[in-house]
């Protein structure tokens, strides 16, 4: 099913009938970004979407933010005057988290050692410090991640 306002249903007529009772409901109060119609107070809302019956979604404050900033309000109420509406498009957007965590990489492999159970952590790092094993090229066995602080966000819009 495609995904649309239920606002692009309605007739031209309609529209301007459904703007004058919207003009009723918020006054004079201007919406400087679609955030602001979003977050109209809960009394506003229920009045605004009472005569569909259902909640709005995203599209329909959309669409509404739309019409309401893209025309002359006397446009909207008035008869035989032509109303610039929007048309449903898409975007592909990406969205990217930072974080700061620790990563425990664990590694395990069998090693040939003359020592048996003399073999102790210390020699180990030696070994590893001198480049005489490198563990990173072992089987990695397990790996535990803790996410411990969000860092930045960011928003790509193609």
């Known amino acids: 099913m495609e995904e649309q306002s239920l606002f692009e249903k309605?007739?031209?007529s309609q529209?301007?009938?459904?703007?004058?009772?919207?003009?009723?409901?918020?006054?004079?109060?201007?919406?400087?970004?679609p955030m602001e119609l979003l977050d109209i107070d809960e009394t506003r809302?229920?009045?605004?979407?009472?005569?569909f019956g259902r909640e709005f979604d995203r599209l329909d404050f959309e669409y509404l933010y739309y019409v309401v900033s893209n025309?002359?309000?006397?446009?909207?109420?008035t008869p035989g005057i032509e109303?610039?509406?929007?048309?449903?498009?898409?975007?592909?957007?990406?969205?990217?988290e930072w974080y700061h965590?620790?990563?425990?990489?664990?590694h395990g492999q069998d090693i040939n050692t003359y020592l048996g159970d003399?073999?102790?952590?210390?020699?180990?790092?030696?070994?590893?410090?001198e480049s005489w094993i490198d563990p990173s090229d072992w089987d990695k066995i397990d790996q535990d991640i803790d996410y411990n602080e969000y860092r930045d966000e960011e928003w790509?819009?193609?």
Request: hydrophobic share 30%; charged share 30%.
């Open 10 to 12: 309605l007739s031209d």
């Open 15 to 33: 529209l301007k009938k459904y703007m004058k009772y919207f003009f009723s409901v918020v006054g004079d109060e201007e919406f400087m970004d």
């Open 45 to 51: 809302y229920n009045k605004l979407k009472a005569p």
């Open 71 to 77: 025309n002359q309000r006397d446009h909207l109420v």
């Open 83 to 96: 109303i610039d509406r929007p048309q449903l498009g898409s975007k592909y957007v990406t969205y990217s």
């Open 101 to 106: 965590a620790i990563v425990k990489d664990t």
């Open 118 to 129: 003399s073999l102790e952590p210390r020699y180990l790092s030696s070994l590893r410090r």
């Open 156 to 158: 790509d819009i193609d």
